[in-house]
């Protein structure tokens, strides 16, 4: 575990976030012109948006750096409140979302969208190790089944699948 200042994380994200947006806005020059004259190109929404995100973004940042001005007062807000990093737990999902994304056409969607949500859920749960089984099985299955449902049978993107149907009719 790891222990930072409020202020200090608020701080580091919202530059690492505003240098993201800063990159983005950039990207957006090698987007395509407009095809008819007169009207914007590809480009011109994502700018308003990455504009609007970056607007409160700088002030965030200015409301983090000045320690009087405060855009929201809130009482949950505190500057001077520690934030714990618990990095075991990061690096557990950071290795088990790699080894998501690179086993998926090998195991297939189904499967591993399977074993990804019940193993994650599974050490969450605040109960016995058998509800939390039986729970986790539960929820996982139906998400699968709601994921396929949504992204295969009704937007017809294509997955790797090794036992449910791609088309239905």
């Keep these: 575990?790891?222990?930072?200042?409020?202020?200090?994380?608020?701080?580091?994200?919202?530059?690492?976030?505003?240098?993201?947006?800063?990159?983005?806005?950039?990207?957006?020059?090698?987007?395509?012109?407009?095809?008819?004259?007169?009207?914007?190109?590809?480009?011109?929404?994502?700018?308003?948006?990455?504009?609007?995100?970056?607007?409160?973004?700088?002030?965030?940042?200015?409301?983090?750096?000045?320690?009087?001005?405060?855009?929201?007062?809130?009482?949950?807000?505190?500057?001077?409140?520690?934030?714990?990093?618990?990095?075991?737990?990061?690096?557990?999902?950071?290795?088990?979302s790699i080894i998501y994304v690179f086993s998926i056409d090998l195991i297939g969607f189904e499967i591993l969208t399977f074993l990804f949500l019940f193993t994650l859920l599974v050490n969450r749960m605040d109960m016995n190790i058998k509800k939390s089984i039986i729970y986790s099985i539960i929820i996982s299955f139906v998400s699968v089944i709601l994921f396929w449902l949504v992204f295969i049978i009704f937007l017809k993107i294509p997955f790797s699948l090794k036992f449910l149907p791609f088309l239905l009719f």
Excluded: C, H
């Excluded at 950039?26 to 407009?34: A, G, L, P, Q, R």
């Excluded at 714990?84 to 290795?95: G, L, Q, S």
């Design 1 to 96: 575990m790891i222990n930072f200042k409020n202020r200090n994380i608020v701080l580091f994200i919202t530059i690492l976030f505003f240098l993201f947006l800063i990159f983005l806005f950039f990207e957006t020059y090698n987007m395509s012109k407009s095809i008819l004259p007169g009207y914007p190109g590809d480009a011109f929404f994502p700018r308003i948006i990455l504009i609007f995100t970056g607007i409160w973004t700088f002030i965030l940042f200015i409301q983090q750096t000045f320690k009087n001005f405060k855009l929201i007062n809130s009482n949950e807000s505190n500057n001077e409140q520690n934030v714990y990093i618990f990095y075991k737990d990061i690096i557990f999902i950071f290795a088990l």
